[in-house]
């Protein structure tokens, strides 16, 4: 299953970015 892989390793990766993007805002 590709979508089960992928939908994990985005949701690490969004809550990193979200975090980055927070304080630069």
């Known amino acids: 299953m590709e979508p089960s892989p992928k939908r994990r390793e985005e ?6 970015i979200r975090a980055s993007f927070v304080p630069k805002l």
């Open 11 to 16: 949701a690490p990766m969004t809550g990193q």
